[in-house]
């Protein structure tokens, strides 16, 4: 799996919108690395990607309710989008966590949602497709989707095993 991008608003210790792109920053790196002084974010960031591939953060620390960010503005919606590929295909999956935010002058639940979309396959031009909108759903698919993935580069060793 390679990112692409990752866009978080509202996410963590991001109030404000923040945009990742991995595919400009690292298009001829083999690999990400992401380091800072502590405090500076790191975490959150694994955090998103986690939470847009599995609905839930890394190592089940914090809950869906607070991966909101506690100083946003109630009229912003939390939510992570994650654009990412798999060999050649590329996806993009869009969620949001469940969670309570005041709105007219009441407390009220948002609940989570979820989107995953196939986009144009790396070089090719065309429309994005949405596969899932079902917050269950689409950590299935994605799950599907790594599944495939692992089961490919299991294939792709054993292959390179026999020809050495």
Known sequence: MRPLKLRLQAFGSYVEEQVLDFETALANAPFVLIHGATGTGKTTILDAIVFALYGESSGNIREGTTLRSSTAPPERVTEVEYVFALGRRRFRVLRSPAYERMSRGK???RAATGQLYRLPDE???GEETLLDSNVTEVSKRIGQLIDEMDE???RQLELEEKAS
């Open 123 to 125: 070089g090719e031009d």
């Open 107 to 109: 407390m009220t639940r």
């Open 152 to 154: 490919l580069t299991l």
